[in-house]
């Protein structure tokens, strides 16, 4: 009865760690789309509406999230290694104030950045968060960056780099600030429902005695899903110019 368990469990852990290597290649094939890219369909549908509207706002803030594979990237770089609940709590605010701040009040004042450049930063930040869960800074600059601020700091990055791609289709001033509050909401219900599902399949995967190896390729992964991520945008910022 026990190895039944055991084999059970071991094939519950590899499942876990299949899945994650999934989206991580899932999420590679997705580079060649921009990181803030808004549908076509949703895209006509923000240009067309007029006045208040809860709802559908707060649908297309999740459905951005929980399909903006940087996103996910990145918040997956940021847990990836926190064990205690409070620790994700105060990670994941920290990137949910930074990402909300600037979505907000980069649409109500109208910042703009261009958008390759913004995407840029936002694939940086990917590699940035790979290379510091494999210890890379310790080893090169024999120092810890403080990792707080980096993920609130990049969370500015990421809300901007959202904002950018909201002021590209001209969002009717009528009942602005309530769309914009209802979006930030939808985009964290979305992530709230990415981390559940990170999180589920971490708490499984970190069960298996070759998790750490295969942390190590995963991370590798995401470093380099990233990098593609910058020169697929830096290559679109010089052709377009």
């Not at 104030?97 to 907000?104: A, E, P, Q, R, V």
Request: with cysteine; net charge neutral; proline share 2%.
């Amino acid at each position: 009865m026990q190895s039944v368990l055991a084999d059970g469990l071991s094939r519950c852990r590899s499942r876990a760690a299949a899945i994650l290597s999934s989206l991580a290649i899932l999420m590679l094939w997705a580079s060649a789309a921009a990181a803030h890219n808004v549908t076509e369909g949703d895209a006509g549908y923000i240009q067309e509406i007029w006045g208040i509207n809860i709802i559908p706002f707060m649908y297309l803030g999740a459905k951005h999230m929980v399909t903006g594979y940087d996103h996910i990237l990145f918040l997956l770089g940021v847990v990836f290694f926190l064990y205690k609940m409070k620790d994700v709590g105060i990670y994941v605010s920290l990137f949910a104030i930074g990402h909300s701040t600037t979505m907000l009040l980069g649409v109500w004042f109208g910042w703009g950045i261009n958008a390759y450049i913004i995407d840029a930063i936002i694939g940086l930040s990917v590699v940035y968060k790979a290379l510091d869960n494999l210890g890379a800074y310790q080893r090169w600059f024999g120092f810890q960056p403080n990792t707080k601020a980096a993920t609130l700091i990049f969370g500015f990055f990421h809300g901007t780099g959202l904002a950018t791609k909201i002021l590209d289709y001209e969002i009717a001033s009528e009942g602005l600030l309530p769309n914009l509050i209802a979006f930030n909401v939808g985009v964290e219900i979305g992530q709230l429902m990415a981390l559940a599902v990170i999180l589920i399949v971490m708490g499984y995967w970190r069960k298996s005695p070759n998790f750490f190896r295969q942390a190590y390729t995963v991370n590798v992964v995401m470093m380099s899903m990233g990098f593609i991520l910058m020169g697929y945008q830096i290559t679109g910022f010089f052709v377009a110019a």
